[in-house]
């Protein structure tokens, strides 16, 4: 099992892990699973262990159900803002709390009206390759 950490991003854990983790999530009477479409989540290790412990009750790339609407790849937070103000903000490492608050601040309220108008149309064309891809993954066409 993958996790994210500081210190060692490509951290794992063992299968150990996993089994305890199954077992709590087991306590509940029916929950669903669903992952992003990072590569390593997409082993056939990985999505046989999905059918097996949530039958046509996972949600990914290769699961039974489809990603909904809200997807990333068409929501302007994600697949503009927050880089965007990553970029804006960490030029220089924030001295504290404040002044990572500031610079985010700083960050919305300076985008300028023809950044925004080019965040519309990228929207518009995102939604319309979604279309032309029925759904299925389409930033290969952007």
């Keep these: 099992m993958h996790l994210w950490s500081d210190e060692n991003p490509t951290a794992t854990r063992p299968r150990s892990f996993l089994i305890r ?3 709590s999530v087991r306590l509940q ?3 669903s699973f669903s992952q992003d479409g990072a590569g390593p989540h997409n082993a056939r290790i990985v999505t046989n262990y999905l059918n097996e412990q949530f039958p ?3 949600m990914g790339r290769y699961g ?3 990603w909904p609407a809200r997807s990333p790849d068409l ?3 994600d697949f503009f803002l927050w880089g ?3 970029e804006q903000i960490y030029k220089t490492l924030p001295e504290n709390i404040d002044d990572l608050d500031a610079r985010l601040q700083h960050a919305i309220w300076a985008i300028e009206e023809n950044i925004m108008e080019n965040v519309q149309a990228n929207l518009l064309k995102r939604m319309r390759a979604c279309v032309r891809m029925d759904g299925a993954h389409f930033e290969h066409l952007l």
């Design 21 to 23: 983790w199954k077992r």
């Design 29 to 31: 009477k029916q929950n």
């Design 56 to 58: 046509r009750r996972w």
């Design 64 to 66: 039974p159900i489809r």
């Design 75 to 77: 929501n302007p937070l």
């Design 84 to 86: 965007y103000c990553k």
